[in-house]
């Protein structure tokens, strides 16, 4: 197996453990909030602290800090590289302590302004006088959380420079059982008994200082992690600058995505609690193929184009991205198939109704559309960052993100709350596109990637269709028991991956042939492209 299939395989392995525990959060949260008022409180509490994460451009400090340590340690140079870590920490702490202290002064008036229909659903009487201070509150509690995500990061990019993915694969792990600890620990000590959205946000909090932090900062130490006074000549903060500061300014439709669910679905009571709870489903097979496509083979991109192979690099990640999509493609299809009776398993007990499961499931279904577009621009956007590109990602997610604006008011208007599912799937679309178009202009062989991808493409759709009849089958969908809903399930799901998988073998598709004999196919390097 290759060094990013096995890296890739931890970093899948970390992920599937925390999707897992991150679907049990979401079936618990769902089980006892229940799609209505303190479901879309729960979700509209992460807005500013998630909004202040990437503003910071804390999701994307491991991509900025590991070109400047892979080029420090090319260079054999592991003392620059620990010196560029505290010079970068330096400044980069006492900043967002400043920041997220002023957000705690504004949380009120930034809420309102963002939430004016939510207010607005939630007027009437004295449980809708209390939506804005408890908000407000909730959203102060898990607040400070950004400090040790951001921090943690630059922990986790340290390890992934060393070739260390199993530590920085815990983190979600110990965030998501955390949030699980927290909401039943609330539970319990609530006197009336009902369940609240307060213990799940303090245990969020708990989860970022011990996951992300305090584990993080061990395992950057066993990486070989040491504090080195940076030198007054010292360039790390001024390349750090250079690469962060377009992130910053420009931010892309996949990290402002969730925010745009919370913000455009607020048009009735659940909208943003139903939508949640789709995208968070959605996110179980998009983290294992996308993002752990993505992660691992980041600093494999990274060291080789700090190395000017940039024709290997991009044979590498080529490679890469025709695989992430196959499986995408499928993942797609299972998702898209089993949308009713996955929801009804998932989430239909306690406060979750048979009626919020039809509307659940009619997002994810929506949601499924995207998943091979995740795996398209989590890989694109790596290989312009890899080589120090920032602005090139930055400026075509800009692009997409004013345009998704105008897609999410369209669709929203005339689709209702279902209109925003589709609207996230279009924007992730066009934005892997766009990127899919400016990468194909840099190099040879783009008629070998299309032609991948749109057979992957197609693969999913056909085998999306037959599940769906086959499901349909189970009938009435709308009002099945959890027994019928088990079986539709495994029969759905067994009938799009044995479709999935026989066509492909049938048509020889090289993406299954690599994937069956566990190692990549020797990479085809550009001419001219170094």
């Known amino acids: ?30 089980s006892l909030l229940g799609i209505g ?17 990437y503003l910071m451009a804390a999701g994307f400090l491991s991509i900025t800090f590991i070109p400047i340590l892979s080029k420090r340690i090319a260079e ?11 010079a970068i920490l330096r400044v980069i702490a006492p900043l967002m302590v400043v920041i997220t202290l002023a957000s705690m002064i504004w949380t ?123 030198t007054a000549g010292d360039t790390a903060v001024r390349e750090y600058a250079v690469l962060a500061l377009p992130l910053m300014l420009g931010q892309s439709i996949a990290v402002l995505d969730e ?21 968070a489903l959605n996110m179980l097979p998009v983290g294992l193929v996308a993002q752990a496509a993505g992660i691992a083979s980041y600093p494999t991109l990274a060291r080789l184009a700090a190395e000017k192979k940039l024709g290997e690099m991009r044979a590498v990640l080529n490679q890469t991205l025709m695989t992430a999509v196959f499986l995408g493609g499928f993942a797609a299809a299972a998702v898209g198939a089993v949308a009713i009776p996955a929801v009804r398993v998932a989430f239909q007990r306690g406060s979750f109704e048979p009626a919020d499961t039809v509307l659940t499931a009619s997002f994810l279904g929506l949601y ?88 992957s493409l197609a693969l999913s759709a056909v085998t999306m269709w037959v599940g769906l009849q086959v499901v349909g089958s189970f009938s009435p969908l709308e009002d099945q028991g959890i027994g019928t809903s088990l079986v539709a399930l495994t029969v759905g799901g067994l009938t799009v991956l044995t479709l999935f998988i026989g066509l492909a073998w049938l048509f020889k598709f090289p993406e299954l042939q690599r994937l069956l004999a566990r190692k990549a196919a020797t990479p085809v390097v550009e001419e001219g492209s170094d």
Request: no cysteine.
């Open 368 to 455: 499924a559309l995207s998943i091979p577009f995740w795996a398209g621009h989590q890989l694109l956007g790596r290989g312009f960052y890899a080589q120090r590109r920032m602005w090139v990602p930055v400026t075509v997610g800009t692009v997409t993100t004013v345009l998704a604006v105008f897609i999410y008011r369209q669709l929203g208007s005339s689709m209702g709350v279902a209109g925003i599912a589709a609207a996230s799937s279009a924007s992730i679309a066009l934005y892997s596109i766009l990127l899919g178009a400016l990468w194909l202009r840099e190099g040879e062989n783009a008629g070998v990637l299309v032609t991948s991808v749109a057979r």
């Open 37 to 53: 008022r303190e479901a879309d409180i729960y979700h509209a509490a992460f807005f500013i602290p998630d909004l202040l994460f």
């Open 108 to 230: 009120e008036p930034l809420l309102r302004f963002a939430f004016d229909k939510l207010y607005t659903l939630f007027s009437g009487g004295a449980a809708g006088s209390l939506v804005g201070p408890e908000l407000v509150r909730l959203t102060r509690i898990v607040l400070p959380a950004q400090f040790f995500f951001m921090v943690g990061s630059l922990f986790m990019g340290v390890q992934y420079t060393q070739g260390r993915f199993a530590l920085p694969a815990l983190a979600p792990i110990v965030y998501n059982a955390s949030i699980i600890v927290g909401g039943l620990v609330g539970l319990l000590i609530n006197t009336d008994g009902a369940a609240t959205p307060e213990g799940f946000l303090w245990g969020a909090l708990f989860g970022a200082v011990l996951g992300n932090f305090a584990l993080q900062g061990y395992g950057a130490r066993r990486a070989g992690l040491r504090w080195v006074r940076p």
């Open 259 to 279: 925010q745009f669910v919370r913000i455009f679905g607020q048009q009735v009571e659940g909208g943003i609690g139903g939508l949640g709870y789709a995208r």
């Open 76 to 86: 054999e140079d592991e003392r620059a590289a620990w010196a560029a870590f505290a």
């Open 1 to 30: 197996m290759s060094k990013i299939g096995k890296a890739a395989a931890v970093v899948s392995g970390g992920i599937l453990l925390s999707r897992v525990l991150g679907f049990a959060r979401t079936s618990i949260i769902a």
